[in-house]
């Protein structure tokens, strides 16, 4: 079955470091997303992303993120100065454009930031 | 308005009982309700989902009523197992938001004994 696959499982940064969260959404997807976890809080929307550009964004997603679609196959989540409060699992979803409004979810990064 | 209130926050129930997880909506515009499970450790997996148009949807042991008047959809587990011990999440989405991004309940942490 197609799955939507997150690198790294785990990413431990230095706090005013960049990461960049890597996802491979279902290949014939078209709709991504990117959603935030804080420890036992609720999964919070960050950012969707169609045709190549951002088609929404949450008051989350400031100018310390970013999202890229480079070659057609990855997605990508970059925090440019990480925050302790950036803390959190992070989970890419992908949909299709003709299942209506299924998401699915990879396993997430859980990003630390000390 | 784009809030989805759940609840309770946990719920213990014995092997076989019928635990129930309720939700809340006010936005009219919300059109599809999925329920996910996550396990410790693992990305929300979607268990069964309903649109507005029915009033009850079954899949195995997970059933979801939903109220349209009253804005409200519960998930209830038949003959409910330890391997069901997880925490579900409500959501809500809408097709004409054209991002199809989800709003997530608070989620409920269910145990169930053996």
């Known amino acids: 079955e197609p799955e939507v696959t997150q690198t790294p499982s785990h990413q431990v940064t230095q706090m005013g470091q960049e990461v960049i969260l890597r996802c491979v959404p279902i290949?014939?997807?078209?709709?991504f997303y990117w959603y935030r976890q804080i420890l036992g809080q609720k999964v919070e929307f960050l950012v969707s992303?169609?045709?190549?550009?951002?088609?929404?964004k949450s008051e989350i997603f400031d100018d310390q993120f970013s999202v890229e679609r480079p070659d057609g196959s990855n997605f990508t989540l970059k925090i440019r100065s990480t925050k302790l409060e950036d803390s959190a699992m992070y989970f890419c979803?992908?949909?299709?454009?003709?299942?209506?409004?299924?998401?699915?979810f990879g396993a997430g990064t859980r990003l630390s930031v000390l | 308005q784009q809030q989805v209130k759940q609840s309770p926050q946990s719920l213990i129930v014995q092997k076989g009982g019928i635990p129930i997880i309720n939700c809340a909506y006010e936005?009219?515009?919300?059109?599809?309700f999925p329920w996910y499970q996550q396990f410790p450790g693992k990305g929300p997996a979607l268990l069964i989902a309903?649109?507005?148009?029915?009033s009850e949807k079954k899949e195995g042991r997970f059933t979801i009523s939903f109220n349209k008047s009253a804005k409200q959809f519960s998930l209830h587990i038949m003959d409910s197992q330890p391997g069901d011990s997880a925490t579900y999440f409500c959501?809500?989405?809408?097709?004409?938001?054209?991002?199809?991004?989800?709003?997530f309940g608070t989620g409920t942490r269910l145990k169930v004994l053996a």
């Open positions: 979803a992908s949909k299709s454009g003709t299942s209506g409004n299924i998401q699915y």
């Open positions: 290949s014939n997807h078209l709709y």
């Open positions: 992303f169609y045709n190549n550009e951002i088609s929404e």
């Open positions: 936005n009219t515009a919300f059109d599809y």
């Open positions: 309903i649109r507005p148009d029915v």
């Open positions: 959501a809500a989405s809408s097709k004409a938001s054209g991002t199809y991004k989800y709003i």
